[in-house]
C-alpha cells in the first residue's frame, strides 16, 4: 500500500484524469490547478469535471498569461456565467504544472522532450503525492509568489476550516 500512497510515478500517462472524474472518493478541500500548459493538460471532459466539482469546492485554475490561446481555452470551456466557485487567476513565469485536491492529493506534471532521428517527442509524466506536508509547502510557496492576489482569503479560509477538523 506504501507504493500506491507514497510519492509515485503514475501507472498510466492520463491517471490524473481519473482523479477528476472519481473525486468524491478524496477527501479535499479544494482544487488547485496551477500550470505553464493549460492547453495540453486540460480537455473538454476534464473542464467538465471542473464545473461539475465547482459546484461543491472551491476551484483555482492559475495559468501562465504568455501561453498561446490559455485564456482563450479557459474561456471557451468555462464562460464566466459557468464560473460558480472558480477562480481563473493570470501569472507569469510559471515554470511547471501541478494539479493539486489539497489536502489530499498533488500531481505534478512533469514535461520532458526528446530528440528522435525524425524530430522531437515531446510527453509528460506524472507524479502523484499523497504527503500533506509535501502539498502544503506547494500551497505556501504559491502564497509566497503572490499568484492568488485577491483571492488569497479564500486559500486561507478553506486550509483553515481543514484544520480545524
Do not use: H, W
Not at 35 to 62: G, M, Q, T
Not at 76 to 98: A, G
Not at 123 to 131: A, G, M, R, T, Y
Amino acid at each position: 500500500m506504501q507504493t500506491f500512497f507514497g510519492k509515485r510515478y503514475s501507472f498510466f500517462d492520463n491517471e490524473y484524469s481519473c482523479y477528476f472524474e472519481n473525486d468524491k472518493e478524496i477527501n479535499y478541500k479544494q482544487l488547485i490547478i496551477y500550470s505553464n500548459r493549460i492547453n495540453s493538460i486540460l480537455n473538454r471532459p476534464i473542464y467538465e469535471e471542473i464545473k461539475r466539482i465547482s459546484e461543491n469546492k472551491p476551484v483555482f485554475i492559475i495559468y501562465d498569461k504568455n501561453e498561446y490561446n490559455a485564456k482563450g481555452s479557459i474561456d471557451y470551456f468555462i464562460p464566466v456565467d459557468k464560473r460558480k466557485n472558480i477562480q481563473i487567476i493570470e501569472s507569469f513565469d510559471i515554470s511547471q504544472s501541478i494539479i493539486c485536491f489539497s489536502d489530499s492529493l498533488m500531481i505534478d506534471l512533469e514535461k520532458y522532450a526528446l530528440s528522435t532521428l525524425n524530430g522531437i517527442i515531446s510527453f509528460k509524466i506524472p507524479i502523484i503525492s499523497f504527503d500533506s506536508t509535501e502539498i502544503s509547502n506547494m500551497i505556501s510557496t504559491l502564497k509566497e509568489k503572490k499568484v492568488f492576489k485577491n483571492t488569497y482569503y479564500l486559500i486561507m479560509s478553506a486550509q483553515q476550516q481543514s484544520q480545524k477538523k
